[in-house]
């Protein structure tokens, strides 16, 4: 996906040296960077930079770094497309006709990238976390798009999930939007979980955007704490909610597949709010996250071709779920990285911590919006 990365610490003043070089080099390239939260203070001073070299830029804030080794609360990864690929930022994905300027944005870019019968290119989206839509989002794409085009990406923002904006470009940074590239047809996504599940079917009888209000008819917080009691032997209670909602998600039944949704905070009415939407009258499930020793995760990801084959050191760019490490912590969540990349055979390895994962479900080509997912990209 991307061609080379290169870590900031404590020498962003090295960036107008470092895309100076790259540039003469490779004259057609441009730059994705990803900051943690501690360090969007310095957007301004990348854009200025990116501006007065002329060199494309395309950003976003995530709680944390991902590196081989772990996690990074300071720094930046500046990751370099020898040829930039079609790229756009878009704003206010809440107001109308947002969803038809997405696939305006991505439709000019796909006859050139995807002949008749080659594989197809890959649309990696970055949507501001806090957006309630992003599901029907996805679903609007791909009434456009259909299975024209492959479909990944990644949730941005804070993990206290508080308004901030954490998209930007060489001139503009923005909340509720997205950003996406196009990718050429090469690039090999993939997302996995890898939660067991229980098999408690529940019912969300209302519910609207990433708001649960009732589940089988009753609030849903009751019937949620109800179902972790018997299920698990949790006294849940609104005091200890936090501590335990991120080990026991929701599982929104679909068609070919269980998608994770996460609660993250309630309301005294009852109500619960996941990362992702839950659709009125979808099925759910009630699921315990793994530890680590049972999560067959990166197995999966591998057998899935992510393994370098011999020759190739194409940079692993890899998003891990902020819920999948709360639920791991740290430690042991930095373990399944430095698993990843000995069993990838990855040389380099960046990445963030995301909000919300996005993937392709491919016996259909539909998008799907997940949480506790690893997603890995390289070309």
Known sequence: MIDDQHLLQDDFDTLPDLLAGWRGQWPEMGIWVLLPVAEQHRIPDIQAVCRSLDVPLMGAVFPALVSETGFL?????????????ASFLLED??????????VKSVQPHLQPLSPQGEATPTVFLVFDALLPNIATCLSELFMHLGSSVGYSGVNAGSETFQPMP?????DRC???????????????????HGYPVSRTEMMATSASGNRVDFINGRPAFDVYREMVGKEYGIDLTHENFYDYAVHYPLGLISALD??????VA?????????????????RLWLLRAPGLEESDCVDQIVQTSMVNPPGNSSPLLAFYCAGRRLHFGAED??????????ASGAGPLSGALSLGEIATLEEVGFPQFHNACLVCARR
């Open 333 to 342: 969540a930095a373990r399944e990285i430095v698993h990843l990349q000995a």
């Open 166 to 170: 954490c998209l930007f470009d060489r």
């Open 258 to 263: 269980v998608l994770v949704r996460i609660p």
């Open 93 to 102: 994905m809440l107001r109308p006709g947002a969803t038809q300027d997405l």
């Open 174 to 192: 923005v909340g509720n939007g997205v950003l996406g590239f196009v990718l050429p047809a090469a690039t090999r996504v993939v997302a996995k």
């Open 73 to 85: 609360q300071r720094g930046a990864w500046v990751l370099r497309f020898n040829h930039m690929p």
């Open 266 to 282: 309630f309301n005294e009415d009852g109500s619960l709010f996941c990362v992702g939407e839950v659709p009125p009258y979808s």
